[in-house]
């Protein structure tokens, strides 16, 4: 049975920073690319970040670029966002995703994910 579990989230003040981590149980973590997905109040969910198998390349969406950062310890079965300079509109919910292949797509496509956690709240007062 997989099992994906986010933690880190909390209530942060704007320009302040919060690391997410993600565990993963239950498949191989190394053969799949990591996602982590947010759901802004009211809004859809959309994705955030994107990390390959070996690290070898990582995607960001434009509006959070050199603000956080995307990292993963195969080791350990975990991934990470660590998140700087946060801002009110990056309250969400936080969700961290299993990817179907080793690499990430070329779209944010939930389709291409499997596996979910259930998220963790990022509040962020302004």
């Known amino acids: 049975q997989v099992q994906v579990v986010e933690s880190g989230g909390g209530l942060v003040q704007a320009g302040g920073s919060l690391r997410l981590s993600c565990t993963v149980s239950?498949?191989?973590?190394?053969?799949?690319?990591m996602g982590w997905f947010r759901r802004p109040p009211g809004k859809e969910r959309e994705g955030v970040s994107c990390?390959?198998?070996?690290?070898?390349?990582?995607v960001y969406r434009d509006s959070d670029k050199g603000r956080f950062t995307v990292s993963r310890d195969n080791a350990n079965n975990t991934l990470y966002l660590q998140m700087n300079r946060l801002k009110a509109e990056d309250t969400a919910m936080y969700y961290c995703?299993?990817?179907?292949?080793?690499?990430?797509?070329?779209?944010?496509?939930?389709?291409?994910?499997?596996?979910w956690g259930q998220g963790t709240q990022v509040t962020v007062s302004s």
């Open positions: 995703a299993t990817a179907r292949k080793v690499y990430c797509s070329d779209s944010w496509s939930e389709a291409d994910y499997d596996y």
């Open positions: 239950g498949l191989t973590f190394d053969h799949h690319a």
């Open positions: 990390i390959n198998w070996n690290v070898g390349s990582i």
